[in-house]
């Protein structure tokens, strides 16, 4: 006897024998379903290869650690550049009022306002760090920035005492207006952070205040450190590079001229790097705080 054989009530073409494949644990909304469900996160799909999530994070995950070792490798550049430009060809350097002395201005503004500065900003963007105890990282963070801004009021220090022994003008170029601009707004800055961020005391609503102000504020000083920079390295070769000069003059590009202007380059595309890393969302810090969690600051054991 022919067994009877029953038609899906939702799929008239299906019937529930071996004509249909057994949907019991697809836990699909129609009969006849030709593709399965996504697996949940963390799962594996049925056929064993890795979850599409996870293999977003992992591409994501590795684009970071490609563009943090382009960054490190850029500031590194930076560095090289700048001391070997003021130790070959600009005759080294001293702490005697002579031009020997305005040597250490670059290299210190260039180490400490842009690369240590750059370091320091994208420090909580290392996925390592994620999951841990933030309290060393923001304690690194804040050491960085600290070290970034002693080196750039070095530098200052370093023109201010040439230009008095020399009797220039201070402050008189608009290069000058962008670094001194930059480093009070670094110094307001740190401060700020230091109040809002590590204190005991600093109270819920004044984190919530700063922080977007600090984000912002962070990336427009990289970019005013970006622009002194490269307005400083073309001011310097005009006045260096002269028509007697022995390295010929700026319109000719000598190779004084040409590594000055590699390390313009160089610092641009270490600054466009820094601004990539953080503006990407995605490699942002996760919050493992539930929304609406109070803060606690520093010395209070701070995990998030």
């Not at 029953?6 to 529930?16: E, H, I, L, N």
């Not at 601009?181 to 205040?209: I, K, N």
């Not at 070769?237 to 003059?249: D, I, R, T, Y």
């Amino acid at each position: 006897m022919q067994q009877s054989r029953t038609q899906c009530p939702s799929c008239p073409g299906c019937v529930s024998d071996s004509d249909c494949f057994p949907l019991a644990g697809l836990d699909t909304a129609a009969c006849g379903s030709e593709t399965p469900p996504l697996p949940q996160e963390g799962e594996a799909s049925s056929h064993g290869c890795p979850n599409l999530t996870d293999r977003v994070k992992m591409r994501s995950t590795v684009m970071f650690y490609l563009c943090y070792l382009l960054c490190v490798a850029v500031g590194l550049a930076c560095v090289a550049c700048v001391c070997v430009w003021n130790s070959r060809w600009r005759g080294g350097f001293a702490w005697d009022g002579s031009g020997l002395q305005f040597n250490w201005h670059p290299v210190l503004m260039v180490t400490g306002l842009v690369v240590l500065y750059g370091y320091g900003a994208v420090l909580y963007r290392v996925p390592l760090t994620w999951g841990q105890n933030k309290l060393p990282w923001k304690l690194l963070h804040a050491a960085l920035m600290l070290l970034s801004l002693i080196l750039s009021v070095l530098g200052l220090c370093a023109v201010f005492d040439f230009h008095n022994a020399q009797k220039i003008a201070n402050l008189y170029s608009l290069h000058s207006w962008i670094g001194i601009a930059a480093v009070a707004l670094f110094a307001a800055q740190w401060t700020a952070g230091l109040a809002g961020f590590l204190l005991p005391c600093s109270p819920v609503w004044l984190r919530m205040l700063l922080k977007p102000v600090h984000v912002w504020l962070g990336g427009s000083i990289l970019l005013l450190s970006v622009a002194a920079c490269i307005s400083g390295i073309n001011e310097k070769l005009f006045f260096v590079l002269k028509a007697n000069s022995s390295g010929g003059p700026y319109s000719s590009l000598p190779s004084e001229a040409l590594l000055a202007n590699s390390l313009g380059v160089l610092i641009v595309a270490f600054g466009l790097v820094v601004l990539k890393i953080l503006s990407n969302t995605e490699w942002q810090r996760p919050e493992s705080r539930p929304e609406g969690m109070a803060y606690t600051p520093l010395l209070q054991g701070e995990i998030e």
